[in-house]
């Protein structure tokens, strides 16, 4: 089956302690994207990538990192958590970028 | 910058048409998509234009006039399943996604 898979699906951590969030794709897409969402606010784009070894800065990437060494995975990585970045994060995939996105299932993270 | 509006909430008629509508602006602007969202769930694509005119997607239409920034989403024959948030989203030329705050469709009986 085609999908996107993220984990942890929850989590819970303290001011500090840093954590990584996962992303598989399964369909050969080139583009990955990694999105935040909060109440009122939409989602907004914190990185994406258009293929291995390229990465770039979205709309919202101060205090986030990520990486893409694999074709499937874009990982999302948070050195120092901090309570402003508790939200809902989506990883996507397309193809080539422009047009359609498949999300993952989202993470919930708390930041406490 | 780059911004989109979309109303904040529709309320419509079972078996009825809703349009929603998205003004946009976007520098380098590439294309328009939609996207649904139930609860907060995974997003899941609707539609997308990248030229003017009108797409066309089972019940499910998208219309883009890049003259006048504006888009919108058709809803056609609405079920109660309908009722979910929608998005529209401008992707522009250096392959940035940005998402309107979204629109609470409501569908009553």
């Known amino acids: 089956e085609a999908q996107v898979t993220q984990n942890p699906r929850y989590l819970i951590t303290v001011t500090g302690k840093k954590l990584t969030v996962t992303c598989s794709q399964n369909?050969?897409?080139?583009?990955m994207s990694w999105y935040r969402q909060d109440p009122g606010l939409g989602l907004r784009q914190i990185y994406y990538?258009?293929?291995?070894?390229?990465?770039d800065k979205g709309d919202v990437p101060e205090g986030y990192k990520v990486s893409r060494k694999e074709k499937r995975n874009f990982p999302l990585i948070l050195e120092s958590p901090s309570p402003n970045q508790t939200s809902l994060y989506f990883c996507?995939?397309?193809?080539?970028?422009?047009?359609?996105?498949?999300f993952g299932p989202g993470t919930r993270l708390l930041v406490l | 910058g780059q911004s989109l509006e979309q109303p904040s909430e529709v309320t419509a008629v079972e078996g009825a048409i809703v349009q929603i509508n998205c003004t946009y602006q976007?520098?380098?602007?590439?294309?328009l998509s939609w996207y649904q969202q139930h609860d907060g769930g995974a997003p899941t694509f609707l539609s997308y234009?990248?030229?003017?005119g009108l797409e066309e997607t089972g019940r499910f239409s998208s219309f883009l006039s890049r003259s006048d920034s504006y888009g919108y989403l058709l809803l056609q024959e609405l079920q109660m399943k309908d009722s979910a948030s929608y998005f529209c989203?401008?992707?522009?030329?250096?392959?940035?996604?940005?998402f309107g705050t979204g629109t609470s469709l409501t569908v009553i009986p």
């Open positions: 996507a995939s397309s193809l080539q970028g422009m047009e359609t996105q498949y």
């Open positions: 369909m050969n897409h080139e583009y």
């Open positions: 990538s258009m293929n291995v070894e390229v990465t």
């Open positions: 976007t520098s380098g602007f590439y294309g």
């Open positions: 234009n990248a030229l003017d």
């Open positions: 989203a401008g992707s522009n030329t250096g392959n940035q996604f940005y």
